[in-house]
């Protein structure tokens, strides 16, 4: 059985940002730039950091992926030498 308050959200969400089961993204597009847009960046990060699954699939994820550049750029290669 679906979770009703799982579904219901997305229902109402479709209904106001557009989307369908078929295409989801318009209805996830809304959702996503609601958000930040109605919530101080404090309480934005605490609900996001606080879902085990957007912290570990997404934001781990890009943070590691922006991180490799970054390790191995001039800067940080002279910085760490500097430190050594």
Do not use: W
């Amino acid at each position: 059985m679906v979770d009703p308050k799982r579904t219901r959200p997305m229902t109402t969400a479709a209904i106001i940002h557009g989307g369908s089961e078929n295409n989801p993204n318009p209805t996830f597009d809304g959702m996503i730039d609601t958000l930040p847009n109605r919530c101080k960046e404090v309480k934005t990060k605490d609900y996001v950091l606080s879902q085990k699954k957007l912290t570990e699939k997404v934001v781990s994820t890009e943070f590691k992926r922006k991180s490799k550049p970054f390790e191995n750029s001039p800067g940080n290669i002279i910085y760490r030498f500097s430190q050594a």
